[in-house]
């Protein structure tokens, strides 16, 4: 009874994911604009009231750092998406859905197997699924999947020493360059556990291999599954659905990535992966120096329509454990990984701006307690323009997150954008909790959040 009621689990989540559920998503620039006028007006009337000058007057000159990145992520919100259509796979070539696993979240794996099972049928003539996992697994399990299971010998060691998540990743690689699979018809789609392909996920893939002449490419990816079981770390996860839809977009578009990208919702042409490898040392952070040695080699990028289709995590120390893993990440990018000087610049930029969230975080709140004149116009409608743009990543976020998982998301919408002073209070408490623990992060390794 047990197993079938995980397989009726399973079975609601993969068939629910559509096309035409993913098209009733609607990013609404106008109400983009609606908070940024609402901000300014603010901005403005608050301006002209005379308040007495505070120490705090001068602070708010903090929150003018965050323009830079907010300015891209209002140029990414002016990019518009290609309509998706149904296709079927009309060129020869072959799609490797890649599930990297440690085996902690069976159900959750059988989930995004059964996925790949149900929609890449429909569509692609040419599939295969793979799992990665570790030699010392539950291979009772692992065999009772309709997958090709490679069990990452536990001796394997590559010549860079890599660890944790990429060393498995680069057996598999090495797996398809011993097997002649590198080729220019080969494609790999890699996937987390807990991730479960829909429709428009496979009419994706279809579209970037048959429409696009670009080597890699990165999408959206939602958190609808299980959406709301813990409210604030859903609430939270609205940002990143927002930051994928604006400025990862637009990397995308442009065709190079520095910013950083998501290690699943990622699509690969094999002799790319084969060459570039995933052979970096011992780092928490494979994905963000993959994306920067393929920009690197000169590959370029596209943007992967459809959504992936994922869950956050269940519990606030969850939600902080995971935070704290993609800091240690860049904090290894930066101390232990040879790559460009470029890259590690934006990562250090990156965190910095992270790390700044927290106190900037506090000026908000004492802001509020105890209103304080802005330091000048100019900085005011600065400061204005990048709370506006935030907000609205949430707003849309939300309104991805909520749509997919078929729930009413106006009043909770609302709600999403009330909580934001803690929502933002979690994010960079996270940043800090990562930074203070890094020393003895290599007695914990590389922490796997169940889902």
């Not at 979240?105 to 990665?132: C, G, H, T």
């Not at 409608?381 to 997919?404: E, Q, R």
């Not at 002073?421 to 203070?436: F, H, I, K, Q, T």
């Amino acid at each position: 009874m047990a197993s079938q009621r995980i397989q009726e689990r399973i079975e609601e989540f993969w068939r629910q994911y559509t096309l035409e559920r993913s098209q009733a998503v609607r990013v609404s620039r106008g109400m983009f604009l609606v908070f940024v006028f609402s901000a300014l007006l603010f901005t403005w009337m608050t301006f002209t009231t005379r308040k007495p000058w505070s120490p705090l007057t001068e602070a708010k000159y903090l929150w003018d750092v965050f323009l830079p990145v907010t300015l891209l992520s209002a140029w990414g919100l002016t990019v518009k998406e290609d309509k998706l259509r149904r296709r079927v796979q009309s060129g020869g070539y072959t799609v490797i859905f890649q599930v990297v696993t440690r085996g902690v979240n069976k159900e959750a794996v059988l989930r995004s197997v059964s996925s790949v099972l149900y929609w890449a049928p429909k569509y692609l003539r040419n599939f295969q699924v793979w799992v990665v996992t570790e030699e010392d697994a539950d291979r009772d399990f692992f065999d009772s999947l309709e997958a090709r299971v490679l069990y990452v010998p536990r001796d394997y060691s590559t010549p860079m020493g890599s660890r944790f998540k990429t060393r498995a990743l680069h057996y598999a690689s090495r797996v398809r360059v011993e097997e002649g699979l590198n080729r220019r018809d080969v494609w790999v789609y890699f996937m987390d556990e807990e991730s479960v392909v829909g429709e428009d996920t496979v009419l994706g893939i279809i579209s970037f291999v048959e429409d696009q002449d670009r080597e890699v490419g990165q999408g959206v990816i939602t958190y609808p599954n299980f959406w709301g079981r813990n409210l604030l770390v859903s609430y939270q996860d609205s940002l990143r659905v927002g930051d994928d839809m604006s400025r990862f977009r637009l990397q995308a578009k442009l065709g190079k990535v520095y910013l950083g990208h998501h290690g699943s919702h990622l699509l690969v042409r094999a002799d790319v992966e084969g060459k570039v490898g995933w052979d970096f040392g011992s780092v928490r952070a494979e994905d963000a120096v993959f994306g920067g040695s393929v920009t690197a080699e000169g590959y370029r990028w596209g943007f992967l329509q459809g959504f992936l289709y994922e869950q956050s995590p269940f519990t606030l120390q969850d939600f902080l454990r995971q935070r704290r893993r993609w800091v240690w990440g860049k904090l290894d990018l930066m101390r232990r990984v040879r790559t460009s000087r470029k890259l590690k610049l934006i990562h250090v930029l990156d965190l910095s701006l992270w790390l700044l969230s927290l106190p900037s975080e506090v000026l908000a709140i004492l802001n509020l307690v105890y209103p304080t004149p802005m330091p000048g116009l100019i900085p005011s409608l600065i400061s204005s323009f990048s709370f506006a743009t935030v907000l609205y990543l949430y707003w849309l976020g939300h309104n991805v997150n909520a749509t997919l998982a078929g729930s009413k998301w106006f009043p909770s919408a609302l709600l999403n954008i009330a909580l934001v002073p803690v929502l933002g209070g979690m994010e960079a408490l996270s940043a800090w909790y990562g930074l203070l623990t890094y020393r003895r992060s290599w007695r914990i390794g590389f922490e796997i959040i169940r889902k």
